[in-house]
């Protein structure tokens, strides 16, 4: 059999579905990214598209829609701190190496936030939605009908997600500390205000039940910034003595109410042992310097931007949600003797590139 076809017969649906001996609804499947199919069969459909040089007319119209935007859009629900700055950067860094621009959208700021994205949509080619913004049953309707990605958030049904290594590192770090010899800790962060969070939390309360306290303290459901300091430094002076280590869900907290300590003369760690989480450059420069997680916020923004790009070109199969690995970070506000330098201990969790 010839490997291309006669030159007077177009190249259509059929004429793959006759080359691979299947039905024209098998090839559907296998051009949708359906898993419906065995890989043999698969394999047969893909050989046969390969010698037709057969082009889907989904795709061929794509390359001539003339009604793209060229443009990625960006919803956050806010641009406060180094953590979107930086994801942001990532981002907008890779789309332009693809040649689109970036439209951002804060949702904290949109008085009808429904509105805003049916607005914006006439605007990009597809979508990525961070924690905060918009509720899931709104994501599901927008991934109907425009490529979208996810990023810090859980895995919903028609979408890309990429997400951090959180669970096994926040476990690692409360090891950490219960290797200190600290008995009473203490989660400041609401589990239930993003995916991050509550895996986060997660991995805080699995390792304390494997070193067998079951009775651990409530969290203290503080948000995200530096503000909701005041709010940790009240739960921990409630009862003197009654923590003796703070897992902070991320660095912004566990620096803002390491200050705060300290102007009440509790010291970091001889009184308290603090850890955080993100490794911000002022974690390092802190006294002490700040036991962390270092997590890959620009990769995060950048592989954002890879898999939307993926969507955007037709891509429905490999969906899987894609986690980056973090790193411990081991500095002296553990109760670890640091010099001011380097980190003491440094330990991955989670495998860069990881597809389900």
Same mark, same amino acid.
């Given at each position: 059999?010839?490997? &291309?076809?006669?030159?007077?017969?177009?190249? $259509?649906?059929?004429?793959?579905?006759?080359?691979?001996?299947?039905?024209?609804?098998?090839?559907?499947?296998?051009?949708?990214?359906?898993?419906?199919? &065995?890989?043999? $069969?698969?394999? *047969?459909?893909?050989?046969?598209?390969?010698?037709?040089?057969?082009?889907?007319?989904?795709?061929?119209?794509?390359?001539?829609? @003339?009604?793209?935007?060229?443009?990625?859009?960006?919803?956050?629900? +806010?641009?406060?701190?180094?953590?979107?700055?930086?994801?942001?950067?990532?981002?907008?860094?890779?789309?332009?190496?693809?040649?689109?621009?970036?439209?951002? @959208?804060?949702?904290?700021?949109?008085?009808?936030?429904?509105?805003?994205?049916?607005?914006?949509?006439?605007?990009?080619?597809?979508?990525?939605?961070?924690?905060? $913004?918009?509720?899931?049953?709104?994501?599901? $309707?927008?991934?109907?009908?425009?490529?979208?990605?996810?990023?810090?958030?859980?895995?919903?049904? +028609?979408?890309?997600?990429?997400?951090?290594?959180?669970? /096994? &590192?926040?476990?690692?770090?409360?090891?950490?500390?219960?290797?200190?010899?600290?008995?009473?800790?203490?989660?400041?962060?609401?589990?239930?205000? &993003?995916?991050?969070?509550?895996?986060?939390?997660?991995?805080?309360?699995?390792?304390?039940? *494997?070193?067998?306290?079951?009775?651990?303290?409530?969290?203290?459901?503080?948000?995200?910034? /530096?503000? =909701?300091?005041?709010?940790?430094?009240?739960?921990?002076?409630?009862?003197?003595?009654?923590?003796?280590?703070?897992?902070?869900?991320?660095? /912004?907290?566990?620096?803002?109410?390491?200050?705060?300590?300290?102007?009440?003369?509790?010291?970091?760690?001889?009184?308290?042992?603090?850890?955080?989480?993100?490794?911000?450059?002022? =974690?390092?420069?802190?006294?002490?310097?700040?036991?962390?997680?270092?997590?890959?916020?620009?990769?995060?923004?950048?592989?954002?931007?890879?898999?939307?790009?993926?969507?955007?070109?037709?891509?429905?199969?490999?969906?899987?949600?894609?986690?980056?690995?973090?790193?411990?970070?081991?500095?002296?506000?553990?109760?670890?003797?640091?010099?001011? =330098?380097?980190?003491?201990?440094?330990?991955?969790?989670?495998?860069?590139?990881?597809?389900?």
């Amino acid at each position: 059999m010839s490997g &291309s076809p006669p030159q007077d017969r177009p190249v $259509t649906i059929y004429s793959v579905a006759e080359r691979a001996g299947v039905s024209i609804a098998t090839v559907s499947r296998v051009l949708q990214g359906s898993a419906r199919t &065995s890989p043999v $069969t698969r394999q *047969k459909v893909l050989r046969a598209v390969e010698e037709l040089d057969y082009v889907p007319l989904r795709a061929a119209a794509r390359s001539l829609d @003339v009604t793209r935007h060229e443009a990625h859009g960006l919803v956050l629900p +806010g641009l406060t701190g180094p953590y979107f700055a930086e994801l942001l950067a990532g981002f907008e860094s890779t789309a332009a190496q693809y040649g689109q621009s970036v439209v951002v @959208v804060l949702s904290g700021t949109a008085a009808d936030l429904d509105t805003t994205l049916r607005t914006l949509l006439a605007r990009v080619d597809g979508l990525v939605l961070t924690h905060g $913004t918009a509720s899931d049953a709104m994501v599901r $309707t927008l991934a109907r009908s425009t490529p979208t990605v996810l990023l810090g958030r859980a895995r919903l049904e +028609g979408c890309d997600s990429v997400v951090i290594e959180n669970r /096994e &590192s926040a476990a690692e770090l409360t090891r950490h500390l219960l290797d200190h010899g600290r008995t009473r800790l203490v989660f400041a962060g609401d589990p239930d205000a &993003s995916y991050d969070i509550h895996e986060r939390y997660a991995g805080f309360a699995t390792a304390l039940a *494997k070193a067998g306290q079951r009775e651990a303290l409530p969290p203290v459901p503080a948000w995200f910034d /530096e503000e =909701s300091a005041p709010q940790i430094l009240g739960a921990l002076l409630a009862e003197p003595g009654r923590v003796d280590g703070l897992v902070c869900a991320n660095d /912004e907290l566990a620096l803002a109410t390491m200050a705060l300590l300290g102007r009440r003369g509790v010291q970091v760690p001889e009184d308290i042992a603090v850890v955080g989480f993100d490794d911000l450059m002022a =974690s390092r420069y802190v006294a002490p310097g700040l036991t962390t997680v270092r997590q890959p916020t620009a990769e995060l923004g950048r592989w954002g931007a890879i898999r939307l790009h993926e969507r955007i070109g037709g891509r429905t199969h490999d969906v899987h949600p894609q986690i980056l690995p973090t790193r411990v970070v081991v500095r002296g506000s553990c109760g670890c003797p640091w010099d001011g =330098s380097t980190p003491t201990a440094q330990h991955s969790a989670g495998r860069s590139g990881q597809r389900g």
